[in-house]
């Protein structure tokens, strides 16, 4: 037995949990991030692990982290430079988009500049059918003269983008292959590799993304795991990834696409661990931190994936946690325009300078100065000692607002709190009203540095009845990150009609999915247990423009059971869409095999119950609803299993402040959980 | 008595949340693609009045912020709990504006009395009439364009009028899109409903009724400030379509917009006469008729982004459409393609503010090309399929802020493709080639925004394919303060046979096996004078090919040797260029405007618009394509361009019908 470490690296602290895999005992702990730097953050926390906790880093048996890497060079477009090579007279997929402006009622809105720029963009002679048929043969001098071409323009990295690669993929290979050999050492990404899906856009602006990373990527993994082999820490590493799974960091520099929002996806995974603990099967997942707030939608423990989910400004096509940005978090900046309007966002403080109350230079003034002001966070030292928070300097920036809302400070604070919650309600209605769920029969379980804060409010502006505080919010993406299962995505595009007809090429193709999936996780990741194997299919009925990811069974695979197929297409669509159609014709137009290589779960034991009531560590002046009043503070330390308490109060700890509005009552469950409960009037 | 700003903050929160939860519900349980492709949806919430306060913002048609339904609201009298009403009839009230579009509208009711009303439409794909698709050009009488329902009740409390559902899907190409569409539409009516429910148990029904009001009040304080910003004056704006009918003269649309203080008025009594093809926009002469304002919410968006989008901000403007023109048209006139008059009359509106607030609005958008749609047999299963394969649009215009946007933008920014490889596997044709048109955007310090094209190839016999709002092979967007217009749209069969056939405006083709089509649309106008802009910027466009390498010579003066901008020889092809004499005036027009214009000259339209409005309506098309031939003939001497021909012509014209010449010394009384 040994200890598990998971990390998560955000844009502030880097996060920290340990496992004692023979007690079930976790330790978190957070340090400052090093982005000049990477990576010498987590050798600095396995320091400090030991420091702290007498853990030697030869103890450490699996090590898994979240690296902000690749999502940091989209944003900030310092990718490598990259030349795109497309079918000729096909030049423009990356200009041309779909079109569609994010702002369509203003006349200025515009896309992102293309990570590779038109200039960049190469064409060569070749063309293959919808049918996969090769119309027009790739010829070795077309394949030259682009090489040339991108070498005069300084590629420092190539993705080849080819019409209808996602059926056949032999031009891209073969182009891939000659580059090889005429120009070794340089990067070459096919899109058929990256993400083999129809449509053109999609494929392409994946592969771009994987390809102006990769090289970054590669580099900052190789130079982690020397890093961690100085330190001493044995175990391979570990990379969480997009769809809430691991690989093995070998395995990301060339994968590296796959890992490029696992920070909030490993968040996810983190909260559909404690919704599975605390026993509630229908769960809304609400991440805020300093400047994001993100919702996912968990059901039994499992979260709902999706794809287009957006890397800066650009979309990326592979199987991700589907997590929807609801807010800018608790650095939002609250003002009072010129029509006395009080707004909240969607400007923000960031990090840098960060809130007025974080003393570091900020003085206009944020939600969580609002929440300063109001004089409900402030009472102990957030993120372990490394913010403090000066209520003087929050009270200061929201009185900016008071006077032109002719409110006092504090009620102007209250106004910014509502006003922001109002919003946030706004985006989750959205959510719900996208994927038909009712959000009030959702528990909200909130975490990340500000979650806490904001998530009594936002439940009783949903009518919803609960809601969940792990028992270490700050570090759930890093918790997530320790559980997560080794998994990865294998996709096959398909486009037919299911019937009889196209039974035998459904039954090869998930036969080639299943190959490929346990070769994976056996070989690439050694994973020694008994994989599963997790067969779905987009489908669609026929006309529609556009599919639904559909679960399967592999024995009707195997057995040809075309109506059970056919039945579970129908009970899909009939749930998310409220119709179905059992007489028209279904296709299928992409193949999926999801592999899974169970991580073992850890079991937390049960705290012993405690007797009576917990008891405050003081009493604090608060304003809430309108009116100031002493509340009772709780360190969250205190609060032990079986404990009731009664709303309004004040819940501290090393990195969250729980603030609980009157209309709650709070349980504390076995596992050290909050559970805070709704009182059926206060709706 | 208004309520506190905080709450009013919050309130409007959660009427967006409502509105957006109907769109979402609507677009989630929507039956058709062409609803799901093309979003032309909307939905929303109005005051009991009629007047929208909500609408959503990411999905749907932008065109119905502020949409009045309180005509059609006022025709069904006695309003119960579980009621839900339709209309697409164009001339019931102006709320429908042609008949593909049902709207529907619910009311809300709280202890006894209607407090909003849930609104919405949709785009049929097909209403029945003439055509498949109900949509033509040709169509000379709105009877042609499908089934009309006046404002009913489909549902009564709650139970479905079977008779009135049964008329409307027997008589549609499509009944199960209809109504699975139409199940759709009250779903999220219903969502609507649950909304505001949840809204006035929040608030309170009286904060929600001051509320709303107050949202309304504040979309109007807002707009009249940013109106107020503007420098009084008038403004004209006058451009065309290219034909009033297949093979027609052009169709003017003119507005003068005044801006008085804080308030606006947009006279639009210099545009056309009602036509004799499905152009005509219905509005009923409203003022604030939802389809004369669009380009007005546009610009108003722009110039200040935090703008409510409610029917508060229309308030403080005012339009005038006489009857019998080509903006509100008389029954039984032709709307079906209104759409592309509508997308024309959101430049001129631009035009217009552009001329009042030169450094803050773009010039010309692209315009002219097609929603295309092919119509074939599949020579595999015999198959005859029908599909709409891409919108083929354009990007916005230049501007003081910087290059217009490529490939889409400005009014063109709400349409998605579809992936060449998605239309390959679908249908059976070969798209050969898309993507930006190079060179088509307007030179200017900052460029405007490039076309985009399509070629594609058909392989079976009694192929049809339509391209809905074919315009701008004549006249082109047009270029601001120095800059240039881009360049026209183009409709080619057999392009890259040594037989090309110029389609010109031509919207519905037959085509052989083995037929090739390009389309592309016209490019966007550009801002500013070409040869201020820096040369390293025009070099990057050539080397993206986004500029021609003669172009950058002639246009912007950037002389480029070997891959590099030659310093000297840029110096001196600039001053030569700014020597040599240059057009003056705000706006820059494509030569075959300018040479059109030395016929029909400002004034002689004035002359024109002016008698024609002095005929009967069903005469003054007529009289008009008249006037057009006598014109076309007169000798050039003849001609002074100060209306006196054209008097001299509508005189001679109105003696040739004894008929008409009565008619007319009577409205001259």
């Known amino acids: 037995m040994g200890y598990r470490v998971g990390v998560d690296i955000g844009g502030t602290f880097a996060d920290f949990c340990v496992l004692d895999e023979a007690s079930g005992a976790l330790s978190t702990l957070k340090v400052l991030t090093t982005p000049g730097e990477p990576g010498r953050e987590v050798v600095a926390g396995i320091g400090e692990i030991e420091k702290r906790f007498g853990i030697a880093p030869g103890a450490i048996g699996y090590f898994t982290h979240g690296t902000t890497v690749g999502i940091n060079a989209v944003i900030q477009r310092k990718g490598v430079r990259l030349c795109l090579i497309t079918t000729e007279r096909f030049v423009d997929v990356l200009e041309v988009a779909r079109l569609k402006m994010p702002d369509p009622y203003h006349l200025f809105s515009s896309r992102p500049q293309p990570l590779v720029t038109r200039d960049r963009v190469i064409p060569v002679r070749e063309r293959i059918l919808a049918d996969g048929s090769i119309d027009l043969p790739i010829e070795e001098a077309s394949a030259r003269e682009a090489l040339e071409k991108a070498r005069a323009l300084g590629a420092e990295g190539i993705v080849i983008s080819l019409l209808h690669s996602y059926r056949n993929a032999a031009h891209e290979r073969q182009i891939k292959a000659w580059f090889a050999e005429w120009a070794p050492g340089l990067p070459v990404f096919c899109s058929s590799d990256v993400w083999p899906i129809i449509r053109e856009y999609e494929r392409t602006s994946t592969a771009v993304i994987h390809g102006y990373v990769q090289p970054l990527v590669a580099k900052y993994l190789a130079s982690l795991q020397a890093s961690l082999k100085r330190a001493g820490v044995g175990a391979e590493a570990m990379v969480t990834k997009s769809n809430g799974g691991v690989m093995s960091a070998e395995l990301g520099k060339v994968a590296c696409v796959q890992m490029l929002l696992s920070g909030t996806a490993a968040g996810v995974i983190g909260a559909g661990f404690v919704a599975r603990q605390a026993g509630c099967d229908h769960v809304m997942s609400l991440?805020?931190?300093?400047?994001?707030?993100?919702?996912?939608?968990?059901?039994?423990?499992?979260?709902?994936?999706?794809?287009?989910?957006?890397?800066?400004?650009?979309?990326?096509?592979?199987?991700?946690?589907?997590?929807?940005?609801?807010?800018?978090?608790?650095?939002?900046?609250?003002?009072?325009?010129?029509?006395?309007?009080?707004?909240?966002?969607?400007?923000?403080?960031?990090?840098?300078?960060?809130p007025a109350c974080y003393g570091r230079g900020g003085t206009r003034p944020t939600v969580t100065d609002a929440f300063a002001a109001c004089g409900l966070i402030g009472h102990g030292a957030l993120g372990y000692g490394a913010v403090t928070v000066d209520v003087g300097k929050a009270r200061t920036a929201v009185a900016t607002l008071a006077e032109p809302l002719g409110r006092t400070v504090e009620a102007a604070a209250e106004g910014v709190i509502r006003v922001a919650i109002s919003g946030m309600f706004k985006e989750v209605s959205k959510l719900a009203s996208r994927q038909g769920v009712d959000p009030r029969d959702f528990t909200l379980l909130a975490f990340g540095g500000a979650g806490p804060m904001v998530g009594c409010w936002l439940a009783r502006e949903l009518g919803m009845r609960q809601v969940l505080i792990p028992t270490a919010p700050g570090v759930l993406s890093a918790l997530g990150g320790l559980i997560a299962d080794i998994k990865n995505d294998f996709i096959e595009t398909s486009y037919a009609v299911l019937e009889p007809a196209s039974l035998p090429e459904l039954r090869a193709a998930y036969e080639r999915l299943a190959a490929r999936a346990t070769k994976w996780v056996a070989e690439e990741q050694k994973f020694d247990g008994t994989p599963t194997l997790l067969p779905s299919a987009d489908m669609r009925y026929r006309g529609q423009s556009f599919e639904i990811e559909v679960p399967l069974q592999l024995d009707w695979i195997r057995e040809g059971d075309i109506a059970r197929i056919a039945a579970a297409f129908h009970a899909e669509h009939e749930r998310l869409y409220g119709h179905s159609d059992t007489k028209a014709p279904v296709q299928t137009i992409s193949l999926r095999m999801v592999v899974v290589g169970a991580a073992p779960q850890p079991e937390f034991p049960a705290q012993p119950r405690a007797d009576g009531d917990p008891v405050p560590a003081g009493r604090i002046t608060a304003y809430l609803d309108g009116a100031a009043g002493e509340v009772p503070l709780y360190r969250r330390t205190d609060l032990r299993h079986g404990h009731r308490f009664a709303s309004p109060c004040v819940i501290v700890q090393e990195d969250t402040t729980t603030c609980v509005p009157a209309g709650f009552s709070g349980t504390v469950d076995a596992y050290g959980n909050l559970l805070l409960t709704l009182d059926r009037e206060a709706v | 008595m208004q309520i506190d700003p905080v709450t009013l903050q919050i309130l409007h929160n959660h009427a967006q949340a409502a509105a957006d939860s109907m769109a979402y519900t609507l677009f989630r349980t929507a039956h058709s693609t062409f609803v799901k492709e093309t979003e032309d949806f909307t939905s929303g919430l109005t005051t009991p009045d009629g007047m929208t306060f909500a609408s959503p913002r990411e999905l749907g048609a932008t065109w119905f912020i502020g949409l009045d339904y309180g005509n059609a609201i006022r025709m069904i009298k006695d309003y119960r709990p579980g009621d839900v009403c339709i209309t697409n009839d164009p001339y019931s009230g102006y709320v429908c504006t042609h008949p593909p579009d049902l709207h529907m509208w619910k009311p809300i009711f709280w202890e006894g009395e209607i407090v909003a009303f849930a609104v919405g439409h949709i785009h049929n794909t097909d209403i029945g009439g003439a055509v498949p698709a109900s949509l033509s050009r040709a169509l000379t009488e709105v009877h042609q364009e499908g089934i009309r329902i006046p404002p009913a009740k489909i549902i009564r409390e709650g139970v479905m009028d079977e008779t009135l559902l049964q008329v409307m899907l027997t008589n549609v190409r499509m009944p199960e899109q209809n109504w699975g569409d139409l199940k759709a539409q009250i779903a999220?009516?219903?969502?609507?409903?649950?909304?505001?429910?949840?809204?006035?148990?929040?608030?309170?029904?009286?904060?929600?009724?001051?509320?709303?009001?107050?949202?309304?009040?504040?979309?109007?304080?807002?707009?009249?400030?940013?109106?107020?910003?503007?420098?009084?004056?008038?403004?004209?704006?006058?451009?065309?379509?290219?034909?009033?009918?297949?093979?027609?003269?052009?169709?003017?649309?003119?507005?003068?917009?005044?801006?008085?203080?804080?308030?606006?008025?947009?006279?639009?009594?210099?545009?056309?006469?009602?036509?004799?093809?499905?152009?005509?926009?219905?509005?009923?002469?409203?003022?604030?008729?939802?389809?004369?304002?669009?380009?007005?919410?546009?610009?108003?968006?722009?110039?200040?982004?935090?703008?409510?989008?409610?029917?508060?901000?229309?308030?403080?403007?005012?339009?005038?459409?006489?009857?019998?023109?080509?903006?509100?048209?008389?029954?039984?006139?032709?709307?079906?393609?209104?759409?592309?008059?509508?997308?024309?009359?959101?430049?001129?509106?631009?035009?217009?503010?552009?001329?009042?607030?030169?450094?803050?609005?773009?010039?010309?958008?692209?315009?002219?090309?097609?929603?295309?749609?092919?119509?074939?047999?599949?020579?595999?299963?015999?198959?005859?399929?029908?599909?709409?394969?891409?919108?083929?649009?354009?990007?916005?215009?230049?501007?003081?802020?910087?290059?217009?946007?490529?490939?889409?933008?400005?009014?063109?920014?709400?349409?998605?493709?579809?992936?060449?490889?998605?239309?390959?596997?679908?249908?059976?044709?070969?798209?050969?080639?898309?993507?930006?048109?190079?060179?088509?955007?307007?030179?200017?310090?900052?460029?405007?925004?490039?076309?985009?094209?399509?070629?594609?190839?058909?392989?079976?016999?009694?192929?049809?394919?339509?391209?809905?709002?074919?315009?701008?092979?004549?006249?082109?967007?047009?270029?601001?303060?120095?800059?240039?217009?881009?360049n026209n749209s183009s409709f080619t069969r057999n392009f890259d046979r040594n037989d090309p056939v110029d389609l010109a405006n031509t919207d519905v083709v037959n085509l052989d096996p083995g037929d090739s089509m390009r389309i592309t649309a016209g490019g966007a106008g550009g801002w500013g004078d070409p040869t201020e802009r820096d040369p390293a910027k025009v070099l990057f466009d050539v080397q993206q090919g986004k500029v021609f390498l003669e172009s950058a010579e002639r246009e912007y003066g950037v002389v480029i040797r070997d891959g590099a901008v030659d310093a000297e020889a840029t110096a001196a092809r600039r001053a030569a260029m700014r020597a040599a004499p240059r057009p003056t005036g705000r706006f820059q027009y494509n030569a075959a405007r300018v040479e059109y214009e030395k016929l029909w000259t400002a004034a002689n339209y004035d002359a024109l618009t002016g008698l024609l409005q002095r005929l009967p309506v069903h005469w003054r098309y007529f009289v008009k394509r008249r006037v057009f031939e006598r014109i076309d003939r007169m000798p050039a001497a003849e001609r002074r361009g100060d209306g006196s021909e054209v008097r001299r012509a509508f005189h001679v014209v109105v003696g040739e019908f004894p008929e008409l010449a009565p008619l007319f010394a009577e409205a001259a009384d």
């Open chain 1, 287 to 354: 991440d805020i931190g300093g400047t994001s707030a993100d919702m996912a939608i968990i059901v039994d423990g499992s979260p709902s994936y999706g794809t287009g989910e957006t890397v800066g400004e650009f979309p990326i096509f592979i199987p991700t946690v589907s997590v929807t940005s609801i807010g800018e978090g608790g650095g939002s900046i609250a003002r009072v325009d010129g029509y006395g309007r009080l707004i909240v966002g969607p400007e923000s403080a960031g990090s840098v300078p960060g």
């Open chain 2, 188 to 486: 999220s009516m219903t969502t609507g409903e649950r909304k505001v429910h949840e809204m006035i148990r929040k608030f309170g029904v009286e904060t929600f009724r001051q509320g709303v009001k107050d949202l309304l009040d504040l979309g109007e304080r807002q707009a009249r400030a940013l109106i107020a910003s503007i420098p009084d004056g008038d403004y004209f704006f006058a451009d065309y379509l290219d034909e009033d009918a297949p093979g027609g003269v052009p169709v003017r649309l003119a507005l003068n917009l005044q801006i008085r203080g804080d308030e606006a008025i947009l006279d639009f009594s210099g545009s056309d006469p009602q036509l004799q093809s499905s152009l005509n926009v219905p509005t009923g002469g409203a003022e604030r008729h939802i389809l004369l304002m669009v380009g007005y919410n546009y610009c108003l968006y722009t110039l200040d982004p935090t703008m409510p989008l409610n029917g508060g901000i229309t308030r403080p403007a005012r339009c005038i459409v006489p009857e019998g023109t080509i903006l509100n048209p008389k029954f039984p006139a032709a709307v079906g393609m209104r759409s592309m008059t509508c997308t024309r009359l959101q430049g001129v509106i631009m035009g217009a503010f552009q001329n009042a607030l030169p450094d803050r609005l773009p010039a010309g958008p692209s315009g002219g090309g097609a929603i295309m749609n092919v119509k074939t047999t599949d020579n595999r299963t015999g198959r005859l399929l029908m599909a709409s394969i891409d919108p083929v649009v354009g990007g916005a215009g230049g501007s003081a802020l910087g290059d217009g946007t490529d490939g889409s933008g400005a009014n063109n920014s709400f349409l998605k493709n579809t992936p060449v490889e998605i239309n390959e596997v679908e249908v059976p044709i070969r798209i050969l080639s898309y993507g930006l048109v190079p060179d088509s955007g307007g030179p200017g310090l900052h460029r405007g925004g490039l076309a985009t094209f399509l070629e594609f190839r058909v392989a079976s016999p009694n192929t049809v394919v339509t391209a809905r709002n074919r315009d701008r092979t004549r006249f082109c967007s047009w270029g601001a303060d120095g800059g240039k217009p881009g």
